[in-house]
T-cell receptor, first 112, second 111 residues
Framework: DAGVTQSPTHLIKTRGQQVTLRCSPKSGHDTVSWYQQALGQGPQFIFQYYEEEERQRGNFPDRFSGHQFPNYSSELNVNALLLGDSALYLCASSPVGGEKLFFGSGTQLSVL | TQLLEQSPQFLSIQEGENLTVYCNSSSVFSSLQWYRQEPGEGPVLLVT?????EVKKLKRLTFQFGDARKDSSLHITAAQPGDTGLYLCAGAGTNAGKSTFGDGTTLTVKP
């Protein structure tokens, strides 16, 4: 049973570029949440997708957008990258109404 | 804004010692989770506490939720090098997917 998988594992971009990160949830899970973890800090909630719609959103600008596909996989898109967007981006999945979050290993994004 | 403060930020101890780390909030959460994160990996859930005053044990780890459901502690007995990692607490309302995390305690256990 595969857990939460994220791709790519590492990514280097330059300021102003756009990036797409991908996530496949754990089998049987239909809800995907995205988090940003800056160095030395805890994860911060970006948004959550359920039934292909954004259900909840944290305090992140519109440059951060997402999508969920019918197979429950999800993408995180970040436009007009800033140096401050450099972080570990984590995807977490859960079954609907579930209390437990299962995290992937993350995508380490470096913006130069 | 709900905030979770964890202390200490860093802790370095010798194998066999006991330790306690703390998680304090200005707000009440429906549940509180403790995670452990290793470098290059995502957080792994250790425990969820829901009821005020609740105590849960996981081998050498003891988790306590405060009576007012605003604070929690994690006590490790006879720490081992394998306990090394970043310990994060997170509070959730009815939606576990939208959790508020503290900045964690980085624990190093030296052989």
């Amino acid at each position: 049973d595969a857990g939460v998988t994220q791709s790519p594992t590492h990514l280097i971009k330059t300021r102003g570029q756009q990036v797409t990160l991908r996530c496949s949830p754990k089998s049987g899970h239909d809800t995907v949440s995205w988090y940003q973890q800056a160095l030395g800090q805890g994860p911060q909630f970006i948004f959550q997708y359920y039934e292909e719609e954004e259900r909840q959103r944290g305090n992140f600008p519109d440059r951060f957008s997402g999508h969920q596909f019918p197979n429950y996989s999800s993408e995180l898109n970040v436009n007009a990258l800033l140096l401050g967007d450099s972080a570990l981006y984590l995807c977490a999945s859960s079954p609907v109404g579930g209390e437990k979050l299962f995290f992937g290993s993350g995508t380490q994004l470096s913006v130069l | 804004t709900q905030l979770l403060e964890q202390s200490p930020q860093f802790l370095s101890i010798q194998e066999g010692e006991n330790l306690t780390v703390y998680c304090n909030s200005s707000s009440v959460f429906s549940s509180l989770q403790w995670y452990r994160q290793e470098p290059g990996e995502g957080p792994v859930l250790l425990v969820t506490v829901v009821t005020g005053g609740e105590v849960k044990k996981l081998k050498r780890l003891t988790f306590q939720f405060g009576d007012a459901r605003k604070d929690s502690s994690l006590h490790i007995t006879a720490a081992q090098p394998g306990d090394t990692g970043l310990y994060l607490c997170a509070g959730a309302g009815t939606n576990a997917g939208k959790s508020t995390f503290g900045d964690g305690t980085t624990l190093t256990v030296k052989p």
